[in-house]
């Protein structure tokens, strides 16, 4: 089992800059694939970004790519998103999530634990 706590999130103009964190419980934080998703209001959880267990392979999002960058610190149970150029569309309630595997995805109903979410709002 692993639990996952989300932090970083917060307030920001357009424009600007946040960096998420998720802390994960547990031994065995790199046999998990893990993924970054987000719900805006009134709308389903979609995808942001995934990174595969040694870190080495990363799949975003089109309307993210070029602006986050998803890492990991397996010495540290932790996974990053750094969020650059953030827009008002970006705001939403990040969530961070694990996939036990070999494989990484893109799909939220593929992901096994997730976290409680961090607030993002980027105002105009």
């Known amino acids: 089992q692993v639990q996952l706590v989300e932090s970083g999130g917060g307030l920001v103009q357009a424009g600007g800059s946040l960096r998420l964190s998720c802390a994960a419980s547990?031994?065995?934080?790199?046999?998990?694939?893990m993924g970054w998703f987000r719900q805006a209001p009134g709308k389903e959880r979609e995808f942001v970004a995934a990174?595969?267990?040694?870190?080495?392979?990363?799949y975003y999002a089109d309307s993210v790519k070029g602006r986050f960058t998803m890492s990991r610190d397996n010495a540290k149970n932790t996974v990053y998103l750094q969020m650059n150029s953030l827009k008002p569309e970006d705001t939403a309630v990040y969530y961070c999530a694990a996939r036990g595997g070999l494989y990484v995805s893109t799909e939220r109903y593929d992901y096994d634990y997730w976290g409680q979410g961090t607030q993002v709002t980027v105002s105009s």
């Open positions: 990174i595969s267990r040694s870190g080495g392979t990363t």
């Open positions: 547990g031994r065995t934080f790199s046999r998990y694939a």
